[in-house]
């Protein structure tokens, strides 16, 4: 216990400070510092939004009884953007559906007539010896009422002319280069 006392006597006493004097023959000053800080700044946001976008029209073309095609499509540049969509009618499938409806209500001539527009259909049907009908004729009469006018036969008339689709190698490449000319261009914009 008399170490604890001794320990706390210490204690108080070695921390007690006292003010000196100067001593002669010594020069002492007293120095202190006032400051002042004056801070003036300027503070910039920048807000970055996303890119504008154009997005493609959906087009719900999934219904099975619609014989259309839904052709969508869309171009962005820095500036300016376009989108657009289309529905086209796809003639094949409205030519199978008529057959179809025709052939189910017992009208199968009908339906083989209205298969025969297609100048594939009438040529595999010659092909095969089962001549389409002509003007309500079948079999062998229908043969020869389309051998006496070949004009009537699709695709060889003068309304009904085939377009020549075929481009050789160059329009081909002339075709690309335009493409991917006019692609840089909308990019430029």
Do not use: H
Not at 115 to 131: I, N, R, S, Y
């Amino acid at each position: 216990m008399l170490r604890v006392i001794i320990f706390l006597a210490l204690l108080f006493i070695g921390s007690a400070a006292f003010a000196q004097e100067c001593p002669e023959g010594y020069i002492c000053t007293e120095s202190g510092t006032n400051s002042t800080v004056n801070t003036t700044g300027e503070t910039t946001t920048n807000i970055n939004s996303p890119p504008p976008s154009a997005i493609a029209p959906s087009l719900n073309t999934s219904n099975s009884d619609l014989c259309t095609i839904g052709v969508s499509g869309a171009v962005q540049t820095q500036i300016l953007g376009i989108s657009t969509g289309m529905v086209f009618t796809e003639e094949n499938c409205l030519r199978l559906k008529n057959a179809k409806t025709l052939f189910d209500m017992g009208m199968k001539v009908a339906a083989v007539s209205v298969m025969c527009q297609d100048e594939l259909v009438w040529q595999a049907m010659m092909d095969a010896g089962t001549p389409c009908p002509y003007d309500g004729m079948i079999g062998e009469s229908a043969r020869a009422a389309w051998n006496a006018n070949p004009e009537r036969v699709p695709g060889a008339g003068p309304d009904s002319e085939l377009l020549d689709l075929e481009l050789d190698d160059t329009e081909k490449k002339w075709l690309g280069a335009g493409g991917v000319a006019s692609l840089l261009m909308l990019l430029l914009l």
